[in-house]
């Protein structure tokens, strides 16, 4: 058998880890069990560091943005449904649209988007966490609070008002002299840190988690997608927290940034924000393109067609969208060469897309389609894709794009991408995952009319703001008089909008009443590939009880598909369990290099992320007294967090290299 097991352990391993076997029920695996366990109640709640119990939160907070972001914009619709209604004031439009975009695309769309890879990804590696469980922590509060913090003002009626993307000199002090925008740049500042944390610890995960033998040729799609919008998110979060510390500082301050009467300069903020925007679109849609990649050849019941040319096409997608960003300013006068050059890349741009698209069609098309709701649901987020991009390659051509910009095609395109390529692969992928997630299978006949209603409601509610568009609609409009000729198209996507609206909630009744009556799901209902189905469902608090050893990329299906590199072995690995312990492996071949001591709960991460949180609220307040005690605690939290620990010494020194006789 020519697999990893006979991978040598690297030499600076503390110890060889025996290797063995620990099926359910023994007591080397009951052992694990308590190791592992948190502790019950609030105090595990709140000290957890299992990626799994993160990954479900994040997943349901984000889920509850969804909602609230869902509530707002029906509200608009229903405003928007007739010409000359009065349902809002002007500003409670403004209010209404800067809160759902910020809502939908910060707080839903990439959030949700960690929930699943925090979940999946050390069940997808092999591993019993992520590199960093306290980091991960942190992220989810600081994500949490950041979230009620961006909100904090919005029931007072002084919530962010100046659209998403927030344009000096409308939310400059001159024009905008509330709190509204205060409340957005401090949040953005804070949510960057947890968004900063979040991308370092996929990060390291990726290059030291992964089982032994799992090569990095052999990682699923959604790892690729995640790693590639952390890297991305890296270089482009910077971007934006300056943009917003320095608009706060020219709020609060007295600087001059962006204020051109003395020698600001407003185009500034678009740069910076789009700098940071148009690849934040891509880190908000490739783990989902990810997702339809792992799950979508388990019901065409065949691998991905074009594994390398997907996994590569995500990172070209990525590495091309840091040099569009002007095409949101195409209508700044900038000069003629910035424009044709950034209108050129905006075209390329959707050559890696298309390889993506190619792939998923010819898995649907080369294999034997079950038509199982999460199929449903990813092959319409083909077809979407497919409209979404046609309009954004219209909305790339400059001229095109000048008749265009700032009408309700936008609109259209933007809801395509968004809701096409991240909402519709989420909801699909929570009916792959929820077996997994809750040990239940949802119902699959509640399932198909979900797909349904959501598919006909979104099309019947957004495919007609092309033709408002069209027909001259600005967007951003809180009414519209009546010989416009505005009236049918908005009707319709307004009713569209509550179709779509019955859709979730059809999804979220089928949640419910799976949860506590779903049939009980085996370890691998859908007969899937990937190493998460290789564990019970839900997963025990230890993931794997031996570490597996991978030897292809579809560790379930070797023996159907004679794959020739060999056979992975699932059942006997390295046992290791003197202590929370996992293994980390080198960053391309996976070969074991080191014993890792993983930390045990700790209340440090949520101390740490309430006190930088509250230190925020106090700079928002003026309150500088408060600020520095909260900054103290913070650094106290940090102190405690830091703590050198015996238990977490890696290496212990002296015995730290096996000598050669040692060596398999
Ligand atoms: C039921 C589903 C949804 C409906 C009915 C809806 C409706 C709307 C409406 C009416 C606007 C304001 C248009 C304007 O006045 O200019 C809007 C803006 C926007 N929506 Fe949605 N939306 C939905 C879901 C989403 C989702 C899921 C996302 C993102 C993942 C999203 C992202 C945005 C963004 C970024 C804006 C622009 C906000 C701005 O102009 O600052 N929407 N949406
Ligand atoms: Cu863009």
């Known amino acids: 058998m020519k697999d990893a097991v006979e991978t040598p352990p690297d030499r600076t391993l503390a110890r060889i880890p025996e290797v063995g076997s620990a099926p359910i029920g023994s007591d080397a695996e009951r052992y694990l069990s ?11 709640w709140l000290s957890t560091v299992d990626h799994k119990e993160i990954g479900l939160r994040y997943l349901v907070t984000s889920f509850i943005f969804l909602l609230i972001g869902g509530v707002e914009a029906l509200i608009m619709r229903v405003q928007l449904a007739g010409p000359d209604r009065h349902l809002l004031t002007p500003e409670q439009y403004n209010q209404l649209f800067t809160m759902h975009g910020i809502t939908m695309i910060f707080l839903y769309a990439l959030p949700v988007l960690s929930g699943f890879s925090n979940y999946l990804w050390p069940l997808m590696l092999g591993s019993r966490d992520m590199a960093f ?25 002084e919530g962010a008002n100046a659209g998403w993307f927030n344009y000096v000199p409308l939310s400059g002090p ?15 500042v804070l949510l960057g840190i947890s968004t900063t944390v979040g991308a370092v610890n996929f990060i390291v995960t990726l290059f030291r ?48 940034f962006f204020d051109p009467l003395n020698g600001g300069k407003p185009m500034l903020w678009q740069h910076l924000f789009w700098m940071f925007g148009h690849p934040w679109v891509y880190v908000i849609v490739l783990p989902a393109m990810g997702i339809v990649s792992d799950a979508l050849p388990t019901f065409c019941r065949r691998p991905l067609v074009g594994y390398a040319a997907v996994a590569l096409s995500t990172m070209a997608t990525m590495l091309l969208g840091f040099g569009v960003w002007i095409h949101h300013m195409f209508a700044t006068g900038l000069p ?16 890696p897309s298309a390889v993506a698209v190619f792939a998923w069609i010819a898995t ?27 309009s954004g390659v219209m909305t790339a051509a400059v001229p095109l794009d000048l008749q265009l910009n700032d009408t309700y095609f936008v609109v259209a395109h933007l809801h395509y991408v968004l809701l096409g390529i991240n909402v519709f692969p989420v909801i699909g992928g929570v009916y792959y995952w929820f077996p997994k997630f809750c040990g239940r299978m949802m119902n699959e006949t509640w399932g198909k009319w979900s797909f349904w209603v959501l598919f006909i409601g979104f099309n019947l509610g957004f495919f007609p703001m092309h033709v408002a568009g069209l027909l001259g609609m600005p967007r951003r409009i809180y009414t519209y008089a009546p010989n416009m000729g505005w009236n049918t198209v908005n009707l319709i996507t307004s009713i569209g909008s509550f179709v779509f609206a019955a859709g979730v909630l059809i999804f979220l009744a089928n949640i419910a009443v799976s949860l506590k009556r779903g049939a009980l799901a085996p370890q691998n209902p859908w007969d899937a590939p990937t190493l998460e189905w290789a564990v019970p469902s839900p997963p025990p608090p230890y993931n794997f009880a ?13 023996d159907r598909l004679d794959a020739a590199e060999g056979r992975s072995n699932l059942q006997t690995g390295y046992l290791l369990m003197d202590g929370r312990e996992t293994l980390g492996t080198t960053a391309l071949d996976a070969v074991p290099d080191v014993i890792l001591k993983m930390p045990d709960d700790t209340y440090a991460p949520f101390f740490l992320a309430l006190f930088s949180s509250l230190g925020f609220a106090g700079l928002l307040l003026d309150w500088n007294r408060f600020t520095f005690l909260m900054t103290a605690a913070a650094g106290l939290s940090l102190v405690a967090w830091m703590w050198p620990r015996q238990k977490l010494v890696q290496r212990v020194p002296g015995v730290s290299r096996v000598t050669e006789a040692g060596r398999g």
């Open 34 to 44: 308590e190791l592992w366990e948190s502790p019950p109640g609030w105090r595990g």
């Open 133 to 157: 469980p306290r980091l991960n922590a942190l992220s989810y509060w600081l994500f949490l609070f950041a979230g009620l913090f961006l909100y904090a003002s919005f029931p007072l009626g």
């Open 174 to 188: 001159e024009y905008n002299t509330g709190p509204n925008i205060d409340v957005y740049a401090l949040g953005m």
């Open 209 to 256: 988690m992964r089982a032994p033998g799992m090569s990095i040729d052999k990682v699923p799609i959604l790892v690729w997608g995640t790693l590639t919008a952390s890297v991305a998110n890296l270089f482009a979060v910077p971007s934006v927290s300056l943009a917003f510390f320095l608009l706060w500082l020219d709020r609060q301050n007295g600087t001059h």
């Open 336 to 351: 003629a060469l910035a424009i044709s050059f950034f209108g050129a890349t905006s075209l390329a741009i959707s050559i």
């Open 364 to 390: 649907i098309w080369l294999g034997r389609p079950v038509f199982q709701t999460p199929f449903l649901f990813f092959a319409g987020f083909v077809l979407l894709f497919v409209i979404g991009g046609l």
């Open 546 to 558: 031996v570490i597996p050893l991978i030897a292809s990329r579809h560790p379930l299906w070797e």
